[in-house]
């Protein structure tokens, strides 16, 4: 590709993302797989850029601030709940809302506004959630503050805030909840971590409810210390339902769950996300996503803060997405071993291996209450196994070089195929092996990554990869020199080729995909085999490592046409 018509893709690609964003920013629905289609050489760069995008966007609009009350977030500038009240209280006069008498306002958010309100016909004292714009407000909002009424309603449990009543007067909508006299577990954490008892007896009635929301049918999807009250008793309720997703039709309707949220949108609290939900993969968000948000939510109790925090929500994002927690007991040395690992077991990045319920979570926060054995501790060698053969989060950038795997497939084969028919024709000088191997991966090398480079942004974890993969390059160039120098016979060391193979899949194992240890496996043998049989030994060495790319490279390469599918 010439300088100019990389020019024309760079501006085209440009024009297209403003037209989006813009397009996003008045409101409308961008036609991204409209616009995908029609400009299929840029449907790569235009999904990283379009994700990467509404990451940004999204998150440009969140705020770090603790919730003061259920459902809200303090807006930036606002004064403190406490000025809140008693300037309400104070300086403006009793007003009315229904039945409903205003007595001071809570806090406020983008949606809604929170009172503490006296219910007149019933003589009692509420927490009264009415949604801002009133009859400004727009069909999405109206259904997603409905939504959070009608996910809490849906709701009995003692651990979880009831919703009294959900009505309309004068064209606003509204809902009344329970109105809890304590603190939020986020107050209590400014103080400092709680001792390891302490927090698993509060969170294991937490998991409880989030376990009965699950059966009714509900994720949460936002769950941090912030909505998590504490009343004066010291029991933890859970409110603020305004993320949360049906994950089955309600019963009056044979439709499936509603869908407010485009796709690739994120939702949530960046420190508290899983992995899943901070990329916006709506499709993978199911109750393991909560047992997540469980998990940080207990780091946090451990250790006074959450397992991922950084200068921005988006750079939080990346900490989610990218890299593993510290282990609690390196930040509060006091933390407890078994709470320790219930907690790592919550916050694993692929969800098969947390708890794949919040019951099993609260049933091993229970067990490690009455000092019984925790099963994040118990394990056999069929699920040691499981583990080790599973992809880790890293493993999507193969999606990438599962083409580039099948060709490289090809010319390692190749090269092992003319190596091996120059030493039955007896060529005994190291020139044209060295020759041949030098001048084939150098080349190859130089053609896979400017075609890697074309596919999109390299990550780091991509990188890694390519410097040891680079060092095995240079070790089997450099067989010759040492050969030569050493005075031994041409191919004398070639079986240290499956060796430095063998240990590349290793590497590879530990950063992508576990199954990657069958390859090494199998190139370590084929050391053995090219030693006791040197004939044949380069023919059987270039089949093996063929394989091993090109089984990978297809699987991966089938799995990059599938996600590219809808919009081809």
């Known amino acids: 590709m010439n300088p100019a018509s990389e020019m024309d893709r760079d501006s085209r690609l440009v024009r297209l993302m403003d037209e989006l964003l813009e397009a996003a920013r008045r409101g409308e629905q961008p036609q991204f797989e409209a616009v995908a289609r029609q400009h299929p050489d840029l449907i790569g760069e235009l999904r990283e850029l379009w994700g990467t995008a509404l990451l940004a966007e999204d998150l440009g609009s969140l705020n770090d601030e603790i919730t003061i009350v259920p459902g809200l977030h303090r807006p930036p500038g606002a004064v403190k709940p406490d000025t809140v009240q008693s300037v309400s209280t104070a300086a403006a006069p009793v007003r009315q809302f229904g039945d409903y008498e205003l007595l001071a306002e809570l806090g406020r958010g983008g949606m809604g506004v929170v009172y503490r309100a006296r219910q007149q016909s019933l003589g009692r004292v509420v927490a009264l959630k009415v949604l801002l714009r009133g009859e400004h407000a727009s069909a999405v909002d109206i259904a997603r503050f409905l939504q959070e009424a009608g996910a809490a309603a849906a709701l009995d449990h003692p651990h979880i805030t009831p919703v009294y009543e959900v009505g309309e007067h004068d064209g606003q909508p ?54 998590i009250l504490i009343d004066r008793d010291g029991q933890p309720l859970i409110t603020d339902f305004g993320l949360a997703k049906r994950t089955t039709p309600q019963p009056d309707s044979d439709a499936g769950p509603p869908s407010l949220t485009q796709t690739g949108a994120i939702l949530g609290t960046p420190s508290y996300m899983a992995p899943e939900q901070a990329a916006g993969r709506r499709g993978s968000v199911g109750p393991t996503t909560d047992v997540y948000s469980l998990g940080a939510i207990l780091y946090q109790m451990l250790t006074g803060r959450p397992p991922f925090q950084a200068a921005t929500p988006f750079d939080t994002v990346m900490l989610v997405l990218e890299q593993d927690p510290l282990p609690p007991r390196l930040l509060n040395p006091l933390a407890d071993p078994d709470l320790e690992m219930i907690t790592l077991k919550c916050l694993q990045k692929p969800q098969e291996l947390r708890y794949q319920s919040a019951l099993a979570l609260a049933e091993d926060l229970e067990a490690y209450l009455a000092n019984e054995p925790v099963s994040a501790r118990l394990t056999n060698l069929s699920g040691v196994i499981s583990r080790m053969l599973r992809e880790t989060h890293h493993a999507a950038v193969l999606e990438n070089w599962g083409l580039l795997w099948m060709w490289h497939s090809l010319v390692l084969l190749c090269l092992c195929l003319l190596t091996n028919w120059f030493k039955l024709r007896n060529v005994d000088s190291p020139g044209p092996y060295l020759g041949l191997w030098t001048l084939g991966l150098g080349a190859w090398a130089a053609i896979f990554w400017r075609l890697r480079y074309r596919s999109g942004p390299i990550t780091f974890v991509e990188r890694q990869i390519a410097h040891v993969w680079a060092g095995s390059v240079v070790s089997c160039t450099l067989l010759f020199v040492v050969e030569m120098i050493l005075g031994l016979p041409v191919l004398t060391l070639s079986p240290v080729l499956a060796l430095s193979s063998g240990i590349v899949f290793l590497v590879k194992a530990g950063i992508l995909s576990g199954s990657f240890y069958l390859q090494a496996v199998a190139l370590f043998l084929t050391s053995i085999v090219m030693a006791r049989w040197p004939t044949y030994g380069l023919t059987v060495f270039g089949v093996v490592s063929a394989l091993s790319f090109f089984i990978p490279g297809l699987k991966y390469h089938r799995q990059r046409h599938r996600s590219l599918g809808p919009a081809l």
């Open 174 to 227: 509204y809902f009344s909840m329970k109105y809890v006299e304590g603190t939020t577990l986020s107050k209590r954490l400014l103080e400092g971590p709680l001792a390891p008892r302490e927090a698993a007896r509060i969170l294991a009635p937490v998991c409880r409810a989030v376990a009965s929301a699950h059966a009714a049918g509900i994720l949460h999807r936002d769950l941090k210390p912030s909505n």
